[in-house]
């Protein structure tokens, strides 16, 4: 190999730069274009390899993993459409704000657009999707060369994880021959060494707080506003729930809780803590009496379509986003909506701290007992409706008692929705997850099993389109003998069209429920997975339990039929519309 | 719903300006968002619905459809991560010039990019890998609306197939209500009316001829040069082909036959079309033996790596590429290479007439004869090696007695590879394909599977790695009954690794083989299909016959051994190395 051109030492400079960024898991894809960076990444004892053939379970695994670390964890594909595969994920962890560091292996420039096989413009390939693209040089030892790989890969790891985190695509032309030289001797090596030591990250992030003089108004807006909301959206810090709810408690607001803050399962109860809103704020009449003077809000918007529903109706008072940056999430673009980018954290605490002047712990508490109240309203409903096994009873019997130290993980569509109305915040720790950037119904079974990775025991819960869709994620499963627990929704099509408009057309069923009809058992199986059906809710508890102290993958399925799904909630959400507006008429009264 | 706004006669104009395209054929994935579109295509006789769920399978199934039928396919998808799915097959498409029309709903712009859900940004969501992307008006009946969405559905559809032909993509901001109104009167109609009838396209091509000048002096060159190759890389019509073989009938020149430019199957048997190329070029004293004074070369590089390598070997040597568009497809940057920009079929008939003073009929066949009498030796050297099933074998077996009028589909890695090697020029006609735009091994099981719904009975032979890969594709034969025989060639892991040179690489099985160990039997039968395991060849002719004359899928697993597999291939092309050396000793002591 001619003096200045070795690509092993150069890629071996790169891998360093992940190692000295943080990297410590990477999922790869064979491929023979990739070679030398999969040899090199297996190479190194810091770096957990991970094998996938899908590469779009792949991606999606790697995301899963990522999420549950909450560091950045490297996806490698040959070159070619394989590469494409990865878009799926790429596109949720850049809305989701997950850490990726995806590396693709390329032809050199002279081998590109030229009729040569397996050969894909891979310039740019994820478009706007990625916080940076590197098409990186050809590889070079000479002058500076060895330092620039380094500095990307370390770069790479470093910026992903930076906030907001999201995927780093790093496209690298390789040449013949692919199989690294690791023999060689007297080979520019790069020391790796970190200026601040191993401890210290290589992106020092000074912490943004407001302008104390602004805090102290905010804090006086709120303490003089005793009907005020705080709307919790995705959060995946239990720390900022604690300064969260300090806040929340000193200002006596109700927090209405997305499923996926984490406030409804971080182990801190507190009755402050409103979930049952999903339900109650389908209600005209109830909306209308619960109209707030301020709203808090945190992060992206919630799962619920009727708190988003509220929200546009209060489009007029005065509405405080708190985000990491200003990303003007508001689909209802509210006349009133102000954005504060900091650490939601640090400005929590600031508004909790401050003057005791006008200390609202003293405030009458009216205003939240109307939340508490009609929460209350719903779970009882709940626990009304949630007789027998059906797909409502499963979330809200996970709630109950599903071990502290679980995770679970939640299919969109249906399950997402279901998690919201029927998970009632409890005393319990468990870490909850979905895929909500863009509340796909793919690459599911994948993050779920990358997520085990990192915590469990692990529970999914999905429909059996979402299970069907990315089937092949299984394969984690057997390759890595995962224990996971998968309870399987299957109502035989999407349920979720049922509750739609939809419903109602001819052809319906083939045009938008598309019944499957798969007896997933025998798919099951050839993952080396167990499969059980239940049709009670004893047979429920009984083999979850035995699932969540069993080795490898257990499939849970939980027959259901759409029409009676769609019944049953219509039920449930009608009895909550019926006693709310009630609980209001006596309240009115006694007032 | 206001006036003007009409949401579903805008997109009515637009559906018939498909179907006066000439779409006959949509691929739908169930969505919210993209119900009008689902509805409203479903709403026309003239176009067949296929539903899938995978959208990943979804794009390959098109992809398949419309390389059979040669004329546009429609593929619909919701909005969000849905969409990215399609980019696997819209590459492969764009690189294979595969006319599909890719349909896209979308939230409307008020509700992107501000955390409304299942939102991403769709805008030139496939980059450059499309012909055009439209982003479509919101609904409008106004001013020349309803035209401009008709226009646009027509021209989507024509301009997919006109050449070189590939993927165009619609983006379409819906609004709510989704559910089209299909009752309403006095709506504006799109008459539909064609300019010039309805048989004649909407876009009239004329035909490309070079200046008879120019071919007159490429006809002097080719008759005065006695050592030429044709070069016919893949190519779909079999209407060339038969304009191919004539003009090399008349200059003796033997026709190196990719196995994908169909000359191998079309019917039309010769002794000048040469298929064992890529065992006898394997041989560098060959290829100086055969060494050309002029190539003459159609469409894309071939499959053989051999071949290619040739051709870089004599890349001083005349090379005439013809293609319709100047691609400048030669990754061997050769220095005389020239490319006539033309209708292929049309110069071949130029070159082909012409003056008779030189007839080269009158040549003496000498050159012809070196390559006819290689092309037996390497078959001769097959049929000893083809001895009991091994993967090439079955190759070997399906050219000996695949009926007249099978299609069969070729997966990426080994298959096609194998295909080359031991498909013999018969007379049978059997349309072959495979997907070698980008090579990949994804998307292939939908690919085929979109293929049977045009032509049949057909065969997919492919790998244990490219089957699980899109394993969600045998979806499309349950949901319509498609009748397909799918040979496994199933030897656990990817077996091509085992050739080069990664397979002396420690930890090869892990990172390179990656072994799968499914029982594929299970998933098989998930999907209503016929699985059955042969070991002898007379098992895999008696399971062909049975699955040809069924309906329905039927997978046929040929296991396999990857080192044994290497060793065969290896004494095989080892033989005919050796057996054409001895051939090149004995002609020249003749001569």
Known sequence: MAEGTDQTAYLQAFVQGLVDGGIKDA????????????????????????????????????LGMAKAQGSSVVLVASSGTATANYYPAVVEASLSDVPLVVITADRPPELRDVGAPQVIDQVKLFSGYVKAFAEMATASTGDGMVDYAWAWGRRAAEMARSEPMGPVHCNFPLRDPLVPDLEATGRPMHSGHLPLGDKMPGVLL???????????????????????????????????NRDLLALARR?????????????????????LIISGYDAFLREPKVRAWLRPDVILRFGPMPVSKYLTQALNEWSDVPQILVDKIARWRDPNHARALNIVETAPSSLCRDLAEGSDTKDSVLRSGDWSRRWIRLDEIAFESVAAEGDGLWEGSVMAELARWLPDGSALYVGNSMPIRDLDTFWKASRGFVRIWAN??????????????GASTKAGPLVLVLGDLSFYHDFNGLLASKLYHLPATIVLLNNDGGGIFSFLPQSSLPRFEELFAVPLGLDFSLGVSMYDGKFVRVRTLEQFREQMEASLGAKGLTVIEVPSDREQNVRRHRALWSAVGRQAAGMIENWEQEA
């Open 206 to 240: 000074a912490p943004r707080r407001l302008d104390s003089e602004i805090t102290n108004r905010l804090r006086e807006l709120l303490e003089e506003t005793a009907n005020g909301i705080i709307v919790a959206g995705i959060h995946p810090a239990p720390d900022f």
């Open 251 to 271: 200002l006596q607001y109700p927090v209405l809780a997305d499923p996926l803050s984490q406030l409804r399962s971080d182990g801190t109860q507190d009755r």
């Open 27 to 62: 999922v790869v894809c064979p491929g023979s274009r990739s070679t030398p960076l999969t040899v090199l990444l297996a190479n190194r004892d810091e770096i957990r390899l991970w094998m996938e053939v899908d590469e779009r379970s792949a991606g999606f695994f790697a």
């Open 436 to 449: 909500r950037g863009a509340n796909g119904i793919d690459g599911v079974v994948s993050s779920a099993l």
